[in-house]
């Protein structure tokens, strides 16, 4: 079992930066992904971004392509998502998952198994 565990979300200005942690209870995140969704106010669960743990392979949604990056730290079991040039639009609670999904379904929630508890990022003047 990995459950994943978010921190670092908060209050940041339209075109501002933030950056959001992902950490490994448990056994870690080797073979597994491991992706950020989120889910804004009346709106369903969206994927952003996904990591392929083990080779490092990564996949983003088209309406964060170039703003968003992931980076990881292996030794402490920790995947970060890199947010730049936010926009109010990006506000969301931004859930961490771990699951092992084929590559045609990676941005379908229903393919992850562990979900965090989610962390509020607000993108607000």
């Known amino acids: 079992q990995v459950q994943p565990v978010e921190s670092g979300g908060g209050l940041v200005q339209p075109g501002g930066s933030l950056r959001v942690s992902c950490a490994a209870s448990?056994?870690?995140?080797?073979?597994?992904?491991v992706s950020w969704f989120r889910q804004a106010p009346g709106k369903e669960r969206e994927f952003v971004a996904g990591?392929?743990?083990?080779?490092?392979?990564?996949s983003f949604a088209e309406s964060v392509k170039g703003r968003f990056t992931l980076s990881k730290d292996t030794a402490k079991n920790t995947m970060y998502l890199h947010m730049q040039s936010l926009k109010p639009e990006d506000t969301a609670v931004y859930y961490c998952?771990?699951?092992?999904?084929?590559?045609?379904?990676?941005?379908?929630?229903?393919?992850?198994?562990?979900w965090g508890q989610g962390t509020q990022v607000t993108v607000s003047s």
């Open positions: 448990g056994n870690g995140f080797n073979g597994y992904t």
């Open positions: 990591m392929r743990w083990s080779s490092g392979a990564t």
């Open positions: 998952a771990t699951g092992r999904p084929i590559t045609s379904e990676r941005s379908n929630a229903r393919s992850y198994y562990y």
